[in-house]
Every structure is written in C-alpha cells, then in structure tokens.
C-alpha cells in the first residue's frame, strides 16, 4: 500500500495547504482469514521480523496481531540503551549485526528514530569487574566490536558529574564503547510498522491471542479475540508473555517473566551526554532530549506480570546512583513504570524452531532487548523464511536440554 514518504519536500508542500493533507501514519486494517505468516506481539522483535520477512525475502502476506497498542510492551517502557559489548561469540554477532542496522535505520525506515550513538560507559568499580571487563574488551576486539578500557581520568573527562571516588566503590575506569547509545524507543516501533504497512501487511492492534491451533504437528493458525485466523508460520515474539503463548501451543519454554522498572527526572539543563551503567551499585543513567535524566533500576525478586513500579526500587535505585552521581540527591523523580521482561538462565535469548512445525519463537531478550530489535528481526525473517540462520544457530530453546548455555550473566550483570 503506497504511503506516502516523509520528507522535507513533503513538509514543504504540506505547509502550503495549513498541514491538513497528512494521511494516518499507518492503517487500521481486519484481520484477513489467511496469512502465509502471523506474527504474535507488534513490539520492536515482532515488527522487525516482520519487516525483515518483506524486505530481505519478498515474504508481505504476513500479519503483526498485537493485543494492546503499538510498542505498548517492553518496547515502549524501556531506557532505550544501545550497545554490543557482549562477551560470547554468537551473542557479539547478533548485538553488533543489530548496533550496526541502528546506524543507518532512520533512512532504512523514512522515519526518524532518532539514534543517537554517544557513548557508553559501564564502570568498573570491583577488582573482579575490572577483571571482568577488560576480558570483555580484548574479546570483543576479536570478535571486531570496537570497545576499549579506559582509566578514571577519561572516565571523569567524558562524565565531569561523576563522583570517582565513590564512598564505596570508587570508579577503577570503565568498559566503553563509542559507538553505543540510545534510540527513541516509540518511534522503533512506529517507524517499522510504517514500514510493514508499506508493504501491504497487516498491522492488527487490540486483537489478542487466545489459542493456537494445530493439526498432526504442524501449525494450522490462531484463535483471537477478533476471530480466527489461518497462517502457515507462525512467530510468537510476545516478551513477558512467552510462556503463555508456548503454553497455548503446547509446549513449554525456560522463561521466567519479572517486573523491571525504571523512572525518570524532572527535566534539566544538559549535564551528561553519554550512557553510564555502574553495575555493582545497580543502576544507570542517561539524559534524554527533552533533558529528564533516564533511570534504570532492578528486576522484581519474584516472579509476576505486573507491569507496574514500586516505591521500594526507586529508593533502592537512587540511593545507589547518588553515591555515584551526588548531583541526582536535588532533583525531583517525575515518573516510573514497570514492563514484563521474560528472563532465561544463561541470560541469553531464544531464537529458535519448537516442537510445532511452523510455529517459531523470539524471547528470552529478558532486560536487554531493546538494543537487539533490529539485529533480531533479520535473523528471526532468515530462520523463518528458510529454516535456519548463522545468527540464531547458538540460541535455539534446546540448548537448555543440551546444556549449550550462552552464558552473559556478567554483560546482563545490571537491567539495560
Ligand atoms: C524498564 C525497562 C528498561 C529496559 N531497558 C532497556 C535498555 O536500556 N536497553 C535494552 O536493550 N533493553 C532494555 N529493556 C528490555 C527491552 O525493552 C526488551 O527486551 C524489548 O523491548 C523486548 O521487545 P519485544 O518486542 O520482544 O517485546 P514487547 O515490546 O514487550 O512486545 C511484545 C508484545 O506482545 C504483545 N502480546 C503479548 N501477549 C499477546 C497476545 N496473547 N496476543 C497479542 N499480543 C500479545 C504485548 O502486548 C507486547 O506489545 C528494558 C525493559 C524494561 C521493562
């Protein structure tokens, strides 16, 4: 469906006529009774593959069923950082490949997502995370990610309101990469259904999934709450609600699904333009745009789907960044909120077949996967599209039974 492009011409011409010619950013199309592929959860994961299945493989009868709103998951409540300064192999790949699509995703999608690669710093503040880092730093230079170790004085050179010496944990120098950042998370999700639309798909909000249908093993189609559905894949990329849908399918997967929350600050004058995660403390910060300082805290220590903050984090996590930031101990916190993150063991995601044919699976992104989405998308549309991919190869749901663990607890070490 042709939509139109966005552009400064298309300003131009808009503003002669008082603005009034916009179309809707996307349409609000029936579910039709059969895709060739249906894709479950319109997050950032679920749209990308989706996108990628057009773009990469010509692959457009495909519908994105999604039970609230656009980006209203993970996708929409996260604190946006990017970043691919993994330790493990298959995980460098998959971060980096998505880092590197970042770059150039405004232009790919027509729609400003405002990347902004400012650099990102993770403190060390142990002898254990020095050692820890800059083990990561040597493999991520074989691995041909670009990080670095730098000492204190850069630390305080690149963040001048940090406080080196911490009253517990002085900062011993950081793990950093340039190239890292943030995104506008809303306009991930807006500007790669956009994109879907284009494409003749199907964005199908307020719709969800009820059960999953299948017939001698192999997928048959979808039961939602605006009727049935058929398809012949079908891609269940639902975060925090993973478990539910592998259920309806009848299988299960190593998921545990926790409350993370964040918050951010009242807005000020620009005080900091780079990302900093200070792990052993449990915390992180960004500025946004508009100024707000962007606060990442912790998990729930159990499990839930509750979706909402809690007063006891935000004290938790702004007592712990103040040792590091003293500055925060003045400013008022406007807001906080919780998203649903969907946890595995090795902190590692799941990309992967299932034991229903045709029906395949992307979770387990847990605290980190906003920064993947694209990266994730391409290979996800590859396993669909021809049954295997080299970047999803390591992170198939069996590993667990294997015992092939992909094990990132030290880059996952704080939610991000
Ligand atoms: C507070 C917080 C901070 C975070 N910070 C960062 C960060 O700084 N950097 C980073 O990289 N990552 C971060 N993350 C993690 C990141 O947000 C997620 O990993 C990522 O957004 C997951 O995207 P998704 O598309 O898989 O899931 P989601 O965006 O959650 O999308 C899944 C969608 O599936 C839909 N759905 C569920 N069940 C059904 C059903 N039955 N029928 C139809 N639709 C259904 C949901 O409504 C939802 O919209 C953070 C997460 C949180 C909560």
Redesign the pocket.
Known sequence: MGLKRYSVFAIVREAMSYHQGWERAWPWPKPKRKYDVVI?????????TAYYLGKNFGITNVAI???????????????????SNYLQDPSAAIYEKARSLYETMSQDLNYNVMFSPRGLLMLGQTEHEVRGYKRTVYANNLQGVETRWIEPDEVKKLVPIINIAGPRYPVLGALYQARGG?AR?DAV?WGYARACSAMGMDVIQQ????GVRSEGGRVKGID?TKGAIDCDKLGL?????SS??AE?AGFRLPIESL????LVSEPIKPCMDVVVMANTVHG?MSQSDKGEMVI??GTDGFNNYTQRGSFHHIEETVRSLIETFPMLSRLKMLRQ??????MTGDRSPILSKTPVEGVFV??G?????????PG?GWAMAELMARGHSPLTEEFSMYRFREGKFIDESVAAGV??
């Not at 990329?237 to 609600?241: F, R």
């Open positions: 479950v959860g319109a997050g950032g994961h679920g749209l990308a069923i999604e039970k609230g709103w656009l980006g209203g998951g993970n996708t929409g409540r996260n604190t946006t950082i990017i970043r943030t998370h999700a719709c969800e999934v009820t939602t990329v639902v975060a925090g609600n539910v849908l309806m409350a993370l929350q964040a992180y990442g805290g909120w919780g998203g649903i993150v969907d992307n979770c992104w847990g605290t980190g996967g906003f920064k993947a989405i994730s939610a991000h």
